[in-house]
């Protein structure tokens, strides 16, 4: 099983910055895919940004630009900067990661969220 630790958030002004962190602990082989989900308030929780283990990214069209991912292999960490928050960025940002048992067989496992509140 996996177990994602994450920390980070909490309540910020408009136009400060976000520091999000996650790490994959238990029993997997590897881990490729670990990036963030985002809720917000009253709609469904929706990709946000990934990254896999080579370091290719994908960004939300929300997150681009003013959000960088970044991860540690070597911690099987991953790690969210925001710059310039905006209310709208408010939400649930849940962790998540993809642990593969071998080559071919993964589960998808989800932290349970970081409170994220911008306020103007």
């Known amino acids: 099983q996996v177990q994602l630790v994450e920390s980070g958030g909490g309540l910020i002004q408009a136009g400060g910055s976000l520091s999000l962190s996650c790490q994959a602990t238990?029993?997997?082989?590897?881990?490729?895919?670990m990036g963030w989900h985002l809720q917000t308030p009253g709609n469904q929780r929706e990709h946000f940004a990934t990254?896999?283990?080579?370091?290719?990214?994908e960004y939300s069209v929300s997150a681009a630009g003013r959000f960088t991912i970044t991860r540690d292999n070597e911690k099987n960490a991953i790690y969210l900067q925001g710059l310039d928050l905006r209310p709208e960025d408010t939400g649930v940002y849940f962790c998540?990661?993809?642990?593969?048992?071998?080559?071919?067989?993964?589960?998808?496992?989800w932290g349970q969220g970081i409170q994220v509140t911008v306020s103007s």
């Open positions: 998540t990661t993809r642990a593969y048992e071998k080559d071919f067989d993964y589960l998808n496992y």
């Open positions: 238990g029993n997997f082989f590897t881990v490729n895919r």
């Open positions: 990254m896999l283990k080579n370091g290719e990214t």
